[in-house]
């Protein structure tokens, strides 16, 4: 069955330890129950009891670490990461959002050439810790260009950065803060670490109203050394903008775990309704919405698979990824909102009930086509490449299902893969 059932969970796993961690994962939900998961989200609890789980059964530290700097189950494997991401999303979105922005913290690190740095995330990982990506700000969003975050250098050879950071994750607890910035004297492009546990890093507030903490929060001279520094210049940018090619298709696989779990309880509900002394699914229109949401749910999970597969088959020389992962980004994310109307429009009012799943889940598709500066980034994405695609083809050697147990070094490391995003002549 491609669509996730945790009542009948039996998927292929090239090894016992991936599959231990989807049934734990699924376990651990299916045994805290939806009464209790709408009431945090109700009461927008902090999911402490969800991160202690994830400390003690080392999966971010599993699923994150590449393999020469993890244990022997270490590995960046996306297939089985866009598994875990699915899984998350079915059971709620706050669960998902600590660990993608976990991933997107971890890129510059794992992206970077300092091996202390990739060293200490590792240990961090396995200490259950999770991570924060300081890319974006209050002025400016997403638009890296005009970041005002600064690292002014001392006599002592160290820096004292200056900003504020808007709209991070995690950053309310995350030891390491890939944060972005600008060197005061050259206007260099720099990724560096901060800690929120530091002098100088002022956590400002959470920004939204939710269970998960993102956060507003601002360096007042804080102290930065050498090797708090992950990268300079045209790297640094490489690393961030490849961070968010590697990560945020992420956004897709939580639109797909979403519309799932919304399915099932608007066939449920409409197959224990009669109306018209008939049963609400033998309605022909009823039976056309649902059968509308099915097909563009299939084709959500369809085409975010092969885009996996081209994710984990990159190369310097084959880079076709790039233009599906935007994709992805995009038209998966905005057709979950179209699964979710369709459903809504078949339940209609249940769709309100606070002790529903689908009530958290129509509120939670709209977030994921704009937590990645809105669908129209995307679409300029998608155009850089097409007219490569369409009138410049080449020929690529066929790829099959990618679902080996391998890490995805090509993908972490960052090589050659933010290639087409260069930086204008005299630019950082």
Avoid at 46 to 53: G, K, P, Q, R, S
Avoid at 352 to 376: C, N, Q, S
Wanted: glycine share 6%; proline share 3%; net charge neutral.
């Amino acid at each position: 069955m491609l669509l996730l059932n945790p009542k009948h969970y039996d998927r292929f796993y090239p090894d016992d330890r991936s599959r231990d961690i989807m049934r734990k994962t699924i376990a651990w939900f299916e045994d805290r129950g939806l009464k209790r998961i709408k009431q945090d989200d109700f009461d927008r609890t902090w999911y402490a009891d969800f991160l202690e789980f994830v400390k003690r059964e080392r999966l971010f530290a599993t699923l994150l670490t590449p393999t020469k700097y993890g244990a022997a189950d270490c590995r960046w494997d996306t297939w089985r990461n866009c598994e875990f991401n699915e899984i998350l999303a079915f059971y709620g979105l706050s669960y998902w959002y600590t660990w993608q922005v976990s991933i997107l913290g971890l890129g510059p690190i794992w992206m970077s050439r300092n091996e202390e740095l990739k060293r200490k995330a590792a240990r961090l990982l396995q200490e259950g810790n999770v991570f924060a990506f300081g890319l974006s700000e209050r002025q400016h969003g997403a638009d890296i260009y005009s970041t005002e975050m600064r690292l002014t250098p001392q006599p002592d050879g160290t820096y004292r950065a200056d900003g504020e950071k808007y709209y991070i994750g995690n950053a309310n607890l995350a030891p390491m803060v890939s944060t972005f910035g600008k060197m005061a004297k050259t206007g260099d492009y720099v990724f560096f670490v901060a800690d929120y546990r530091r002098k100088g890093y002022e956590l400002v507030r959470n920004v939204t109203a939710s269970q998960n903490y993102v956060a507003q929060y601002a360096l007042h001279d804080y102290a930065v050394a050498e090797d708090d520094i992950l990268s300079l210049g045209q790297e640094a940018w490489d690393s961030g903008l490849n961070t968010v090619n590697v990560g945020k298709h992420n956004l897709g696989w939580a639109s797909i775990g979403i519309c799932t779990h919304a399915l099932y309880e608007a066939v449920r509900h409409a197959a224990n309704r009669r109306l018209y002394n008939m049963a609400v699914t033998d309605f022909p229109h009823v039976q056309q919405m649902f059968t509308d949401a099915y097909a563009r749910l299939m084709a959500m999970k369809l085409f975010a698979l092969r885009a996996a597969d081209y994710l984990r088959a990159a190369s310097p020389d084959d880079r076709r990824y790039l233009l599906y992962n935007p994709i992805v980004k995009m038209k998966v994310t905005t057709q979950g909102e179209e699964v979710i109307d369709l459903l809504w429009d078949v339940i209609a009012a249940k769709g309100f009930e606070r002790d529903t799943y689908f009530e958290m889940a129509a509120r939670d598709i709209r977030a994921l086509p704009k937590l990645e500066g809105t669908v129209h980034v995307n679409i300029a994405l998608i155009v850089k490449f097409m007219a490569n695609y369409f009138f410049n083809p080449a020929e690529y050697p066929e790829i099959a299902r990618q679902d080996q147990a391998r890490d995805d070094e090509f993908s972490h490391a960052g090589r050659g893969a933010a290639e087409g995003y260069r930086l204008p002549a005299g630019a950082g």
